[in-house]
C-alpha cells in the first residue's frame, strides 16, 4: 500500500506541475471519481469556469490525464482505503488553498438479484457508493466548515426509484439520500450546504466496469429485471449533470436536490415513484389524511418551491 501511494503521488504532482495557479479569489474544490463520465465532466466544467481543482483518480494514467489540465491538480484516491484518504487530506491541507467544495462522485454501478450478488460484491459497492461519502467528509469537515464550504453528493434517480435486478445499487444510492439530509440539519448549523445531484440515464463507463468485475456470463449480470449495458453511448453526455453541480455550488441558496434527467419519462417516473410512496405511507393508518388535507399539503410545499426551469 505505502509503495503504490508512494508512485501515485509522484505521479500525480509530475503531471500536474506545469497548471497554472489560481487567481486569489478561486473556489477550490475536491472531486472524487474524476477519471471519466460525470466525473470527468464535472472536474472539465469547473477548471474552465475558474476553479480550481483537487481531481481524484485510482490509476496512473488517469492521474496523468488529470493533471495536464488547467487549474486541476490531480490526486490519488481509492475512497475504500482510510490510508489514501489521510493522504489526500494531508495533501491538500499542506497545499495551503482550504477547500471551498467536496463533490462525492466517485462510485460503481452493479446488478443482480439479492441471491444472485455475492457478499463480497455487495460489501464492494456499498463501501465505494455509501461509506465512501461518509468517510470524505468526515475527513474533510473540519476544513469545509472553516471556509463555510458546500458538499455536492452525486446520488441516483436510483435513490428513488428501485428497478427489479439493482437492490445492491439502488440501497448505495437510498443510503446518500440520507445522508445528505441529515448533513443538511448537522451541517448546516455550522455554515456548511449540502446538496444531492440525482442523475438519469447518461453516457458512462459504469455499466462497462460492472460487467468487467461481475463477468459478462454471471448470474448476476443475467438475471431478469434491469440488465447492465457495456455501451451507453446512445444516452447523452452528462453536461447536464456538470452544470447543475456548479449550479449548487454557486447559487447563494443551493438547492437540497437537484433532479437531472434527459427526458421528460424519467422526469415522470421518479415524480410518480415519490407520489406512489406517499400514498403507501398515508393508506390503512389510524392517522391517514384525506385527499384534501393532502392537497393542502402539496400546496403550502409548492408556494415555497422555485418556478419551472426552461
Same mark, same amino acid.
Request: avoid cysteine; hydrophobic fraction near 45%.
Given at each position: ?82 490510508? *489514501? ?5 494531508? #495533501? !491538500?491541507?499542506?497545499?495551503? $488553498? %482550504?477547500?471551498?467544495?467536496? =463533490?462525492?462522485?466517485? @462510485? ?68 446518500? *439520500? ?5 448533513? #443538511? !440539519?448537522?451541517?448546516?448549523? $455550522? %455554515?456548511?450546504?449540502?446538496? =444531492?445531484?440525482?442523475? @438519469? ?82 393508506? %390503512? ?26
Amino acid at each position: 500500500m505505502q509503495l503504490r501511494l508512494l508512485l501515485i503521488v509522484g505521479i500525480a504532482w509530475t503531471g500536474s506541475l506545469w497548471a497554472a495557479d489560481p487567481a486569489p479569489a478561486a473556489k477550490t474544490v475536491l472531486v472524487t471519481g474524476a477519471s471519466t463520465g460525470i466525473g470527468r465532466k464535472i472536474t472539465e466544467k469547473l477548471a474552465t469556469d475558474g476553479f480550481f481543482v483537487y481531481a481524484t483518480a485510482r490509476k496512473p494514467e488517469d492521474l496523468k490525464a488529470l493533471g495536464s489540465l488547467r487549474n486541476v491538480q490531480a490526486l490519488p484516491l481509492d475512497v475504500t482505503e482510510p490510508a *489514501e484518504v489521510a493522504a489526500l487530506v494531508k #495533501a !491538500v491541507t499542506e497545499a495551503g $488553498r %482550504g477547500l471551498d467544495a467536496l =463533490i462525492n462522485n466517485a @462510485g460503481i454501478g452493479s446488478v443482480g438479484t439479492v441471491a444472485d450478488t455475492s457478499v463480497e460484491e455487495y460489501e464492494l459497492v456499498m463501501k465505494v457508493n455509501a461509506e465512501g461519502p461518509w468517510r470524505l467528509i468526515k475527513a474533510f469537515e473540519p476544513l469545509l466548515i472553516e471556509h463555510q464550504g458546500r458538499i455536492v453528493n452525486i446520488g441516483s434517480i436510483s435513490g428513488i426509484l428501485a428497478r427489479e435486478n439493482m437492490p445492491t445499487y439502488a440501497m448505495s444510492k437510498h443510503a446518500l *439520500e440520507a445522508l445528505t439530509d441529515s448533513l #443538511a !440539519v448537522d451541517l448546516g448549523r $455550522r %455554515g456548511v450546504k449540502v446538496s =444531492i445531484v440525482e442523475p @438519469g440515464n447518461y453516457n458512462s463507463a459504469i455499466g462497462k466496469n460492472a460487467i468487467a468485475r461481475l463477468g459478462a456470463g454471471s448470474a448476476a449480470v443475467n438475471s431478469t429485471g434491469y440488465k447492465a449495458s457495456a455501451d451507453r453511448s446512445n444516452f447523452k453526455e452528462p453536461d447536464e449533470v456538470a452544470a447543475a453541480v456548479e449550479q449548487a455550488l454557486t447559487e447563494p441558496t443551493p438547492k437540497r436536490r437537484y433532479l437531472v434527467v434527459p427526458n421528460a419519462q424519467e422526469a415522470e417516473i421518479t415524480i410518480r415513484k415519490q407520489i406512489e410512496q406517499l400514498v403507501q405511507l398515508n393508506e %390503512g393508518q389510524p392517522y391517514s389524511y384525506d385527499r384534501t388535507a393532502l392537497v393542502k399539503m402539496l400546496d403550502e410545499a409548492l408556494a415555497t418551491a422555485r418556478p419551472p426551469a426552461h
